[in-house]
Each structure stands twice: as C-alpha cells, then as structure tokens.
C-alpha cells in the first residue's frame, strides 16, 4: 500500500549547525503534509505545515520544502540548538480526509 | 493555551484485563482520535471519531477495542481484554472544526501489559 516514509532513521549534528530531516512519501493524492516533533515520553508537537499548492514554507527557524515531482519533503533546521534533540515524523493526508498517516520517525541528537 | 489532556499517564496491567484511558480534548474542537506508539516505533492510527460516532477505524482496532464520548467532555478507549502486544503509548487528539490543520495531540498514556 501507499505509505510514508523517511529515508534517515539517525542524524547527529553539531550544536549551531543546519539540519535537514527528509521524508517520502508515495501517495500521489497527498495534498497535505506535516512536521511534529516528539520528545522522549511526550506526545507529537506540531512543528510546520504546507500544503501542495506551495514548495516551501518557512517558519521560525525551520523550513518545509515539498518536492512533488519526486514526492519528497523536507524539513530544515537552522542554527540547531541541544532543544531540538527529539525525533521528527513527516505526516501526511488528503484534506477533508483523515487520517493522518505518519512516517517512521528521524532521531536528531544534537552534539554540543 | 487550551490542550488535550490525557488521563493515567502511565497505567500496568494484567494480561486479560480491561483498561480504560481517558483523554479530554480541546473544548471547541470537533473531530477526536485515538493513535497508538510501540515504543521505537510510528504513531499508528486507531479510530476517529466524529458526531458521536466513529468515523474511520484502523486493522488494529478490532472487536477488543471501543470509544466512546460518554458525557460531551470525555472521550475514552477501552480495551476489553488487554494483551502483551496492547503495550503502548496511546494518544489521544483532536481537530477544531475541520479535519485538516494541526491535529492537536495530548501527552500520552502509557499502557504496560504483564
């Protein structure tokens, strides 16, 4: 079936540095896609959204690029703090319709 | 800022046992959703839940499986007879008026099954 995922399970960047976390996905559909940040025993964050009338978006210090050509996403992170160590999922659905379908999840440990 | 609050944060079980975790979600919101996480692993779709109905569910939510929203605040998953694979956290979230957007998540509970 269709799904969601990501390509990296692990990244490690030094404290200040820029991160990119990618997703991608394979529903065609998919007019709606989402960042959330979990942290250790905390429930999902919502980070960044877009949606597929736009190829990038841009939020405090992060952005969200969407390649629908090749079904990818995105996400980046600028001047990467120690409180930005959680793992990040892409999500995705068709608006009007859910659920929301999550992908596997991007650990980013930040190294100070 | 108003949230979804979920209640026990961690509750342990007896295989075989029933169990019920409670989540109280964002006033104004329409749309309500239970998601499940084995540790390391996505969050999972379970059931959503919409004009005091169930609107779509997942593989995973089979017959053990229920929800209700018994007093126009609460909204509850029971799981009637709890297995070792139940193990989980489990949240709870909710949408404002439309289902798309920021779907609102609560902290989660911690279900562990002996």
């Known amino acids: 079936g269709e799904s969601v995922g990501l390509h990296l399970p692990t990244l490690s960047v030094q404290e200040g540095d820029n991160s990119i976390i990618n997703c991608a996905y394979s529903?065609?559909?998919?007019?709606?896609f989402i960042w959330y940040k979990q942290e250790s025993g905390k429930g999902p964050q919502f980070i960044i959204d877009i949606r597929s009338n736009m190829d990038k978006r841009q939020g405090q210090r992060v952005t969200v690029l969407l390649n629908k050509t090749v079904k990818h996403l995105s996400l980046q992170i600028a001047a990467t703090q120690p409180g930005d160590s959680a793992v990040y999922f892409c999500?995705?659905?068709?608006?009007?319709?859910?659920?929301?379908?999550f992908g596997k999840g991007t650990r980013l440990s930040v190294i100070a | 800022e108003p949230e979804v609050t979920q209640t026990p944060s961690h509750q342990v079980t007896q295989m075989g046992q029933e169990v019920i975790l409670r989540c109280v979600p964002i006033s104004n919101h329409l749309y309500f959703y239970w998601y499940r996480q084995i540790l390391g692993q996505k969050v999972e779709f379970l059931v959503s839940?919409?004009?005091?109905?169930?609107?779509?569910k997942s593989e995973i939510f089979d017959d053990q499986f229920s929800v209700e929203r018994p007093d126009g605040s609460n909204f509850t998953l029971k799981i009637r007879s709890t297995k070792l694979e139940d193990s989980a956290m489990y949240f709870c979230?909710?949408?404002?008026?439309?289902?798309?957007?920021?779907?609102?998540f609560g902290e989660g509970s911690r279900l562990t099954v002996l």
């Open positions: 979230a909710s949408y404002p008026e439309t289902n798309t957007g920021e779907l609102f």
């Open positions: 999500a995705e659905n068709t608006i009007g319709n859910t659920p929301l379908v």
């Open positions: 839940f919409y004009n005091n109905e169930i609107s779509e």
């Open positions: 529903n065609s559909a998919s007019d709606y």
